[in-house]
């Protein structure tokens, strides 16, 4: 009788200790994938506003992408936190053709929704 409590407190005592490192597990993953995708995010506010330079081109096409890239780059910045929270809630994984697809198709919706 005694060797069975023994053995269930056992059994208690490593099921109290690992589960909450297990769960500390998926919270430090989620803490680096978060960073991730706002590192990726950050870069891709940098590209735009790169483009976004090319505005005095003699290019009529060039002029019209440098603009939507500054709308691109303000909605993006202006969004940043609910980009992150909507791309963790969707499992996007924190790769940059991924992410620049799902920055891409947001804005273009809210465009959209302008409309």
């Given at each position: 009788m005694?060797?069975?409590?023994?053995?269930?407190?056992?059994?208690f005592?490593l099921?109290?200790?690992?589960?909450?490192?297990?769960?500390l597990?998926?919270?430090?993953?989620?803490v680096?994938?978060?960073?991730?995708?706002e590192?990726?995010?950050?870069?891709?506010?940098a590209?735009?506003?790169?483009k976004?330079?090319?505005?005095g081109?003699?290019?009529a096409?060039?002029?019209h992408?440098?603009?939507?890239s500054r709308?691109?780059?303000?909605?993006?910045?202006?969004?940043?936190?609910?980009?992150?929270?909507v791309m963790l809630?969707?499992?996007?994984?924190p790769?940059?053709?991924?992410?620049?697809?799902?920055?891409?198709?947001?804005?273009h919706?809210?465009?959209?929704?302008?409309?």
């Open positions: 005694k060797a069975r409590i023994a053995m269930a407190l056992c059994v005592f099921i109290a200790t690992l589960f909450p490192i297990k769960v597990g998926n919270n430090t993953s989620t680096a994938r978060k960073a991730k995708l590192a990726l995010l950050e870069e891709y506010i590209c735009c506003e790169a976004s330079k090319l505005r081109s003699q290019s096409k060039i002029r992408s440098a603009m939507r709308m691109k780059a303000a909605y993006y910045r202006k969004s940043k936190a609910q980009l992150v929270e809630e969707n499992n996007i994984e790769k940059a053709y991924k992410v620049r697809y799902f920055l891409n198709d947001r804005f919706r809210s465009l959209q929704a302008m409309e």
